[in-house]
């Protein structure tokens, strides 16, 4: 079955620093690929998807590429920012004609946290 | 323009009981999924409803039942609650023509003693 991992955390950064958040997936067929953000008290917010190989997504400065070859979707960000704080999933959804087309399949998540 | 909006957002039952979630989706959204996030994971998927019936299911037992109505709002009912149901539980919506981009709303959080 189809199944997402992300790197360990929590992830503990100092304002301006750089992140990456690992995330790799198996899956049957060509998924798309997702960020989710999760801030607390709030529901997931679609952060940046990407829907075919070599794609990179990109939002408030976070981005990603889909790299089918070594089958990962990092998340990056040049510089990040105290109100960057929150929880990341990565995800996945089988496309058009996958049987399970519409179903997201999550990561556990990585908390993120950027000290000022 | 409402986003999804999940009721109660809190919720606490003892063990044997059955619960029921409420969900009205993001206007203009006809698709409704619902997911059981476990502290410290991710979401897991429960089903999808559309059209009034049941298109997906994932890996849960029979306990986990749902519901749609003719305004495509949904409803998610669990039975003989077990301890192991404490959870986040997430509606998310979508038009059924953009079945990837789901809204998702702030849940509703359950907690059986």
């Known amino acids: 079955g189809n199944s997402v991992t992300q790197m360990e955390g929590p992830v503990t950064l100092s304002e301006e620093a750089f992140l990456t958040i690992n995330c790799t997936y198996t899956a049957t067929g060509y998924p798309s690929l997702f960020w989710y953000v999760q801030y607390p008290g709030e529901g997931l917010q679609l952060l940046l998807k990407a829907t075919k190989a070599d794609d990179k997504g990109s939002n408030k400065g976070f981005e990603a590429t889909y790299r089918k070859e070594t089958t990962s979707f990092h998340l990056e960000k040049g510089s990040v920012q105290v109100s960057d704080s929150a929880v990341y999933f990565c995800a996945l959804s089988e496309g058009a004609g996958g049987t399970s087309y519409g179903k997201l399949t999550f990561g556990q998540g990585t908390i993120l946290t950027v000290h000022p | 323009d409402a986003g999804v909006t999940q009721s109660p957002t809190h919720l606490i039952k003892t063990r044997g009981q059955q619960v029921t979630l409420r969900c009205s989706p993001k206007s203009g959204h006809d698709t409704v999924s619902w997911y059981q996030q476990a502290l410290g994971q991710g979401p897991q998927f429960i089903f999808q409803?559309?059209?009034?019936?049941?298109?997906q299911r994932g890996n849960f037992p029979d306990r986990f039942s749902g519901h749609q109505f003719p305004n495509y709002s949904s409803e998610l009912n669990v039975n003989a609650l077990l301890l192991g149901d404490s959870a986040l539980y997430l509606c998310?919506?979508?038009?059924?023509?953009?079945?990837?981009?789901?809204?998702f709303g702030s849940g509703t959080q359950l907690s059986v003693l």
């Open positions: 998310a919506s979508s038009f059924q023509g953009r079945r990837e981009k789901l809204f």
């Open positions: 409803y559309y059209e009034e019936e049941e298109r």
